[in-house]
Every structure is written in C-alpha cells, then in structure tokens.
Antibody, heavy 115, light 112 residues
Framework: EVQLVESGGGLVQPGGSLRLSCAASGFTFSSYSMSWVRQAPGKGLEWVAYIKQDGSENYYVDSVKGRFTISRDNAKNSLYLQMNSLRAEDTAVYFC????????WGQGTLVTVSS | DVVMTQSPLSLPVTLGQPASISCRSSQSLVHSDGNSYLNWFQQRPGQSPRRLIYKVSNRDSGVPDRFSGSGSGTDFTLKISRVEAEDVGVYYCMQSTHWPNTFGQGTKLEIK
C-alpha cells in the first residue's frame, strides 16, 4: 500500500525557515517523481514544487521561487521541502504527492507563519 | 500560466440524481506526446484530496464507475451518474500538461 507521511510543520515567524519531510513507503520511491501541493486555510489547492525521480529537474510555482527548495533522498525514501524567508501567505497545509499527476497524497502538515 | 475555470462553484444535488462539473482551460491541454493531462480530484471534508480521473477520462483504481470524465482541448467535464451521500466534498480539476500545474477553484458538492 502506498503511504506518504509528511512531518515538520509548525509555527514560524515571518522571515523564518522550516524544513518539511515526506516519508514514502509501499512503492519504489526512486522510480517516481514527486510533488508538493499546499492548501491555505479554507482555500483551494495550489501546486508548489516538483522533482524528477533522480533529482535532476525541479519546477516551482513563481510565488516560491528563490525561497523554497525541493529535494529528495532516494536511499531514505524521503522527500523534502526547505522553506526560507517565509511569509504570512505561505500559511497552509502542505501535502506531498506522488508523480506530477498526483496519484497518491499524504495527510498533510500545517505550516503557520505568524508573529 | 494556464488558468483553469470551474463551474458551477456550488452544486446542490438530490441523492440519486446526476451531477456535472465543467472545467475550462485558458489554452489547449494537448501535450506534444498527444495526451491531455487533465485530472480530477475529490476532497471530502477533513480529508486529503484523492485523484479520481487522470488523462481526461481514466478512472483511478477503486473509483466507482458512477464517476466519468470527458472532454478535449480546453473543455472538460466530470459527471456523477447518481450522487450518493459519500460524494459530498469539493472537486478540483488540474492540468499537468503545461508548467506550472494549475488547479481550478474547486466545486463544492452538497446534498439538497
């Protein structure tokens, strides 16, 4: 069974940093691209970032370019999102999802950016 | 970026009746490989999203056959043949033909 479990969310001040993790199991992690998607409270879904299977290609939504970095460790079956220079508008539940077409999703981790 | 526009945004439906959600894209979703990467997701209250349909009309494993997707080019539709109570939630279309992936605003389905 495919499982994706996010962690690392929490309360952070504006301008601060946070690193999210996503632990994958139930499939060959190194064979799949991965994505991060976020959902602000009471709002819709926004795709955030993508990484190819071997980490050789990344894509980001414009609003996070230069601030967020997606990475992966295939030996640890883990996906990461390093978030720097956080803003109030980054407050959201962050989901990791498999593949560009998002066929499986985790349960999400809440990031709150507030002073 | 490709803008995805869903309608309606609110959809009250009587149990057992059909429902239909429209999704229009600001440009064609036909990829250079010939596929159209239009996906549909369901998000039940308090849950993570779940993919229902991929590449316009392909149902994911475990998705009831009352859900169907259709369309081409810039115009797509998700249909539920007979709405059940468990179908309550928000439905999103998403294109993954062009970078960045973009979602529609979401359609909230409720039981009348």
């Amino acid at each position: 069974e495919v499982q994706l479990v996010e962690s690392g969310g929490g309360l952070v001040q504006p301008g601060g940093s946070l690193r999210l993790s996503c632990a994958a199991s139930g499939f060959t992690f190194s064979s799949y691209s991965m994505s991060w998607v976020r959902q602000a409270p009471g709002k819709g879904l926004e795709w955030v970032a993508y990484i190819k299977q071997d980490g050789s290609e990344n894509y980001y939504v414009d609003s996070v370019k230069g601030r967020f970095t997606i990475s992966r460790d295939n030996a640890k079956n883990s996906l990461y999102l390093q978030m720097n220079s956080l803003r109030a508008e980054d407050t959201a539940v962050y989901f990791c999802a498999r593949y560009r077409q998002l066929d499986y999703w985790g349960q999400g981790t809440l990031v709150t950016v507030s002073s | 970026d490709v803008v995805m526009t869903q309608s309606p945004l609110s959809l009250p439906v009587t149990l057992g009746q059909p429902a239909s959600i429209s999704c229009r894209s600001s440009q064609s979703l036909v990829h250079s490989d010939g596929n159209s990467y239009l996906n549909w997701f369901q998000q039940r209250p308090g849950q993570s999203p779940r993919r229902l349909i991929y590449k316009v009309s392909n149902r994911d494993s475990g998705v009831p056959d009352r859900f169907s997707g259709s369309g081409s080019g810039t115009d797509f539709t998700l249909k539920i043949s007979r709405v059940e109570a468990e179908d309550v939630g928000v439905y999103y279309c998403m294109q993954s033909t062009h970078w960045p992936n973009t979602f529609g605003q979401g359609t909230k389905l409720e039981i009348k």
